[in-house]
């Protein structure tokens, strides 16, 4: 270490030390107000991550209350898939009377049957699965409640019924989805959308989609061009089947629309693992003049970009 005397440069020091205490005092100045500037920014931010990861963490210790529709087809079956499938909280099954005097209790979290209204549509064209955490801001109302998942789960109006076939599905990945919420703030992250799996991941994995999923972008052309081997399109029945039985190494489409879709109405195109229901692919787009329901050409591009290209 190299030490210099300084004692005969004194009046150096002497001569500039005022201007350089101005100048510190100028730059603590300046630093408190930048600093003052920002801790309302700083705040927010805190605040938002506060709520996203630390008001659900109790989440896993805290009953669900599955609100049944009060339907009766749709109540025997969330009856026995939520027994089947329900694993990562205690839960209890209740009326939708009873969810209306329990949802301002921050006890309790809620899975509710919700109907989603876009801007455009005169009525709710869709119906979701939705997890709630119960609270005071219930008062205002179910959009007022703090969210933790929601997945489309079919039209509002004359649902198909397929539905049901997939309800285990869309129970796990709702599950999977809360879990991570509470590990990587998947709001913050972009949603579903992001959370679903990288479909370069199935890049070998075999596909079924039912033909109705597809919209009329995809012609015979189209699947001629892209779809491989492992590819196969079949009528909705056989598809659902397909996702009923389990089978491995399998990904199966489910698509949920309106029954009567305006323009400005919303899609949503899912891809999931028929065995493990892990949820592959995860888009919507908004109904329109050149755009219709199912599966568009840009969606097919994306699923079949990581596979071997046809020779």
């Not at 109540?75 to 969810?99: G, H, K």
């Not at 196969?232 to 190494?249: H, K, P, R, S």
């Not at 399998?250 to 999931?272: N, Q, R």
């Not at 692919?281 to 219709?292: D, L, W």
Request: proline share 4%; hydrophobic share 40%; charged share 25%.
């Amino acid at each position: 270490m190299i030490f210099v005397k300084l004692s005969k440069y004194r009046h150096l020091f002497c001569n500039f030390a005022p201007d350089c205490i101005y100048m510190k005092y100028q730059m603590r100045k300046f630093l408190i107000l930048i600093i003052s500037a920002l801790m309302p920014v700083l705040a927010c931010a805190q605040a938002q991550i506060n709520t996203k990861k630390m008001k659900i963490a109790d989440f896993p210790q805290k009953v669900t209350k599955v609100v049944l529709p009060g339907n009766s087809f749709y109540d025997t079956a969330f009856q026995e898939d939520v027994a089947d499938r329900w694993r990562v909280s205690p839960y209890e099954l209740c009326t939708l009377d009873e969810f209306e005097s329990l949802k301002g209790n921050d006890q309790y979290y809620f899975l509710v049957l919700t109907q989603g209204q876009f801007k455009k549509e005169q009525e709710p064209g869709i119906q979701f699965l939705t997890l709630v955490k119960g609270g005071a801001e219930a008062a205002e109302g179910l959009n007022a409640m703090l969210e933790i998942a929601t997945v489309p789960f079919a039209a509002a109006d004359d649902p198909s019924g397929r539905e049901i076939t997939y309800l285990p599905a869309l129970l796990d990945i709702i599950q999977n989805y809360a879990l991570g919420s509470i590990e990587k703030d998947f709001s913050n992250l972009g949603g579903l959308s992001n959370f679903a799996t990288n479909v370069s991941k199935a890049a070998d994995m075999n596909i079924v989609f039912a033909d109705e999923d597809l919209s009329s972008e995809i012609t015979e052309t189209a699947m001629e061009e892209m779809f491989d081997s492992k590819i196969e399109v079949m009528d909705v029945d056989t598809a659902d089947e397909v996702a009923a039985e389990g089978l491995q190494n399998t990904l199966v489409s489910y698509v949920i629309a309106p029954a009567e879709p305006i323009s400005g109405s919303f899609c949503y195109k899912l891809l999931i693992d028929a065995n493990n229901h892990e949820l592959f692919y995860f888009r919507k787009h908004k109904i329109g003049k050149k755009t219709g329901t199912g599966f568009l050409l840009e969606d097919i591009k994306r699923i079949t970009s990581p596979r071997p290209k046809k020779k």
